[in-house]
T-cell receptor, first 114, second 112 residues
Framework: AQSVTQPDIHITVSEGASLELRCNYSYGATPYLFWYVQSPGQGLQLLLKYFSGDTLVQGIKGFEAEFKRSQSSFNLRKPSVHWSDAAEYFCAVKSNFGNEKLTFGTGTRLTIIP | EAQVTQNPRYLITVTGKKLTVTCSQNMNHEYMSWYRQDPGLGLRQIYYSMNVEVTDKGDVPEGYKVSRKEKRNFPLILESPSPNQTSLYFC???????????FGPGTRLTVL
């Protein structure tokens, strides 16, 4: 069965610093991978997704993620965070055949300090 | 405006009293899904639907029912709610499960 692990429950970074949020997945083949962001009191919004092709994916709000098959990872990065990036971030995986379930990680809460 | 709507947004009820949370989308999406969000557990899929009259279980379907009689609507039914179903519920829709999911604003349910 597919699964997603986000090992960091909470991360604090200074405004202007770089950011990397970790995501590891468990799945036999290349899955479909997503990163979503949830601002306080809001629903989720898609940041980016990976299906195939270039392993470095660009998303909205200056985020990017890199798919590394050898490490079963899909880490999210941003070179310089802004206070408005404070939110909860979810990695999600979907198999590329078979069932149509979408599995989310447990999330990483990002705090930005001035 | 393209959107997913859920009603009610907040609901406090008692154990065993049947309730329905409605979900509607105006984007003509085929795929719809219900999730519950609990602290430390992230989002867990309850049920999903690939199209009208086609529904299937997600990871945590116990205690829930759904129906998809029309493409735009996907209600979540709790026949006999229990306190462990106290949670934040999200409905989402997309063209397919491989595409971006659009989420509703959430329904905060408390079962006493």
């Amino acid at each position: 069965a597919q699964s997603v692990t986000q090992p960091d429950i909470h991360i604090t970074v200074s405004e202007g610093a770089s950011l990397e949020l970790r995501c590891n997945y468990s799945y036999g083949a290349t899955p479909y991978l997503f990163w979503y962001v949830q601002s306080p009191g809001q629903g989720l919004q898609l940041l980016l997704k990976y299906f195939s092709g270039d392993t470095l994916v660009q998303g909205i709000k200056g985020f990017e993620a890199e798919f590394k098959r050898s490490q079963s990872s899909f880490n999210l990065r941003k070179p310089s965070v802004h206070w408005s990036d404070a939110a909860e971030y979810f990695c999600a995986v979907k198999s590329n055949f078979g069932n149509e379930k979408l599995t989310f990680g447990t999330g990483t809460r990002l705090t930005i300090i001035p | 405006e393209a959107q997913v709507t859920q009603n009610p947004r907040y609901l406090i009820t008692v154990t065993g009293k049947k309730l329905t949370v409605t979900c509607s989308q105006n984007m003509n999406h085929e795929y719809m899904s219900w999730y519950r969000q609990d602290p430390g557990l992230g989002l867990r899929q309850i049920y999903y639907s690939m199209n009208v009259e086609v529904t299937d279980k997600g990871d945590v379907p116990e205690g829930y029912k759904v129906s998809r009689k029309e493409k735009r609507n996907f209600p979540l039914i709790l026949e006999s709610p229990s306190p462990n179903q106290t949670s934040l519920y999200f409905c989402a829709s997309s063209i397919s499960p491989y595409d971006e999911q659009f989420f509703g604003p959430g329904t905060r349910l408390t079962v006493l």
